[in-house]
């Protein structure tokens, strides 16, 4: 099969639960409804073999999950909007192509894993999508979670990688997008008939991205991915990529076939339901494009702007303690995938049903990196580093270390922080926490120290369930 022949249609669609649940409290969430159970009946009527779901609302830390239990059952309240009533859901998964997935990322050089457990949470883009897109399960589904870090490059070979098995497979597939257009949301209660979106300025941005998607103009959408990120998205993840998978599932086009089917307000939210043919209008291809990427071997950053410094650093074997291999225990946790010891310790350690993590920090393994740079030289001179970049680099180093014992971020209740310089520092590494950590609820002690053994600025002591 030809792989411009393996999507058959690609939808935009929001993950808000309002649709599914209560579409006759607001006549902009009925409008919704409807134009889902429009892209419901154009789906059915579709040959597709498996419907691929992208969910903003399924973050990953390493690389990306993809769900692989045949039949996912459970009743989600959605976090935010509980208020609103349970949603029961059963879902038919294709566990075939969800495990070729899986290869297929590794074979391109990508993290990733499956994941198939009784009462794996789905998350509510997804079961909100399915529930409405696909609501007698005729045809299996593939959900994919967002990583929290990835960029273009990454997302782009997720997506190249899908298209590899559909190829392989020889199916046809529709690919979905769970997605917000501006997310910004109301933090007090409103009354169901005042929703609007949050603001003119990002009310205007969804406008204009809506006006390119219903012109076909996918690929410029999603070179536009960072401008919309800075412009109308609260900044919980590194960048807007929905975008860069959906043009990567449609071979990158500018010349799809596009119709908006709604547009309107969730909660201060922009919800769009966005139906894409591949069929082509005719009109002009993009006009410029970045690297076509084949395999991940890194982000390249060309389009960033300058202000992003996302280089990593060399630590100078001159400023640290030499390393020291993990020790090794019945009890003991060690993965090569985090940063050596400075000392004869194990990475974490099992006890009971408990996971204690020895003092995480941001270096990275292999290279003893620090990405946001060093505090200091060689010569013990101070030099400028970046907080939130050190700080993501320890929660990554933290998330390895918790999937080598069998534990997830989930599951952490407790952590202490250090921070070298509390005082310049402290903000910086609270924002990164509260996209992170903080998402999970464990319980948190932050302690200003003189210095730790490497020239970094933070490290974090973890406590896990297994």
């Known amino acids: ?124 883009g997804s079961v909100v999508a399915l529930k409405l897109l696909n609501p007698d399960n005729r045809i299996p589904a593939v959900i994919v979670s967002s990583n929290v870090y990835a960029n273009r490059a990454e997302t782009t070979v997720l997506a190249k990688a899908c298209l590899d098995v559909l190829g392989k497979m020889g199916k046809k597939a529709v690919a979905v997008t769970a997605m917000s257009m501006s997310n910004r949301m109301f933090t007090e209660f409103i009354e169901a008939s005042d929703d609007k979106i949050h603001s003119l300025k990002d009310d205007e941005w969804n406008r204009k991205v809506l006006e390119f998607l219903e012109e076909g103009r996918l690929e410029d959408v999603a ?17 807007f990529k929905p975008m860069w998978w959906l043009s990567a599932m449609n071979n990158n086009r500018n010349d799809l076939t596009g119709k908006v089917l709604a547009y309107e307000a969730l909660y201060g939210a922009g919800g769009a339901v966005v139906h894409l043919d591949p069929t082509s209008n005719g009109k002009g291809d993009k006009e410029y494009d970045e690297d076509d990427v084949e395999t991940y071997q890194g982000e390249r950053n060309v389009l960033d702007s300058e202000e992003t410094d996302t280089s990593v650093a060399e630590a100078s074997p001159n400023t640290g303690p030499a390393l020291w291999n993990p020790a090794e225990g019945e009890d003991a946790v060690n993965t ?54 050190q700080t993501r680099a320890v929660v990554e180093n933290i998330a390895r270390i918790l999937e080598e014992a069998g534990s997830s971020m989930e599951k952490v209740v407790d952590v202490t922080s250090f921070l070298v310089d509390m005082d310049r520092d402290f903000a910086g590494y609270n924002e990164v926490w509260a996209e992170t950590l903080g998402h999970y609820g464990p319980t948190r002690t932050t302690l200003a120290i003189r210095a730790l053994p490497t020239p970094i600025a933070v490290e974090m002591k973890v406590i896990a369930k297994i």
């Open 336 to 389: 090569e995938s985090a940063p050596k010891p400075v000392g004869l310790y194990p990475h974490a350690r099992r006890v009971g049903d408990l996971l204690y993590l020895s003092g995480v920090g941001p270096r990275q393994p292999g290279t003893n990196a620090i990405p946001g740079g060093p505090i200091r030289d060689g010569n013990g001179s101070p030099l400028e580093y970046d907080i939130k970049e």
């Open 223 to 239: 070179q536009l991915s960072r401008t919309i990120h800075q412009q109308i998205r609260v900044q919980k993840v590194v960048t």
């Open 1 to 124: 099969m030809n792989l411009n022949d393996s999507i058959l249609a690609s939808y935009v669609v929001p993950v808000h639960p309002h649709p599914l649940l209560v579409p006759e409290q607001n006549e902009g969430w009925q409008r919704l409804r409807d134009a889902f159970d429009e892209a419901r009946d154009q789906i059915a009527a579709s040959d597709a073999d498996v419907i691929i779901v992208y969910s903003t609302t399924w973050p990953s830390i390493i690389g990306h999950q993809i769900q692989a239990d045949p039949n996912p059952t459970w009743t989600l309240v959605d976090q935010d909007f509980h208020d609103l009533g349970s949603m029961d859901y059963s879902f038919r998964i294709d566990v075939e192509f969800a495990e070729a997935w899986n290869k297929a990322n590794h074979s391109r050089g990508l993290q990733s894993r499956t994941v198939a457990y009784n009462g794996f949470p789905i998350d509510v």
